[in-house]
């Protein structure tokens, strides 16, 4: 399977082998494809899962929009972990329970901000909670390609004597 993703993804580095490593361009397929699987997932669940319905849990209530973020990325961690370790950040040095630790951190402060940038947008600036996700999407994107690079799947440095 991996080899199958990686002969597909790498039949269209050509055309940005210019621009960019290779390292650098399964890592834009991969988020891509996982971003784009996070706004479509995330619309589904929002419009047709819960229609649009916040959730009154006792005294609580959870809106629509958060609850959609909440459902959706439980889906979009493991993918996104898989693809990073598997196909992207393979030549990383540090053990699969080390890179799964710093991944979920990166992932848990990307859930925070877009808790709270889906807050701002949807609440108050009154953007529609689908494209506020998708602008959301691409911004936390950079953000994570650099921490993931340089944290997560980082590779240790070997002192040379």
């Not at 990686?6 to 050509?14: A, S």
């Not at 361009?25 to 479509?40: E, K, N, P």
């Not at 709270?116 to 009154?126: N, R, S, T, Y």
């Amino acid at each position: 399977m991996r080899k199958a993703l990686l002969k597909i993804i790498d039949f269209f580095y050509p055309l940005a082998s210019k621009w960019l490593s290779i390292a650098t361009f399964r890592y834009l397929a991969t988020g891509g494809t996982t971003a784009c699987l996070s706004i479509v997932g995330y619309f589904i669940i929002y419009n047709y899962i819960l229609q649009q319905q916040d959730i009154k849990l006792g005294k609580y209530l959870i809106t629509a929009h958060t609850l959609s973020l909440i459902i959706n990325s439980v889906l979009t961690f493991l993918t996104g972990f898989v693809l990073n370790k598997y196909l992207v950040f393979t030549t990383s040095t540090l053990k699969g329970r080390i890179q799964l630790f710093r991944y979920g951190t990166i992932f848990t402060i990307n859930i925070l901000l877009n808790f709270a940038f889906l807050k701002i947008l949807v609440e108050g600036l009154h953007f529609y909670p689908s494209i506020a996700n998708a602008i959301i999407t691409i911004v936390l994107g950079l953000f994570s390609y650099f921490s993931q690079k340089y944290f997560s799947f980082k590779i240790k440095k070997t002192s040379s004597r």
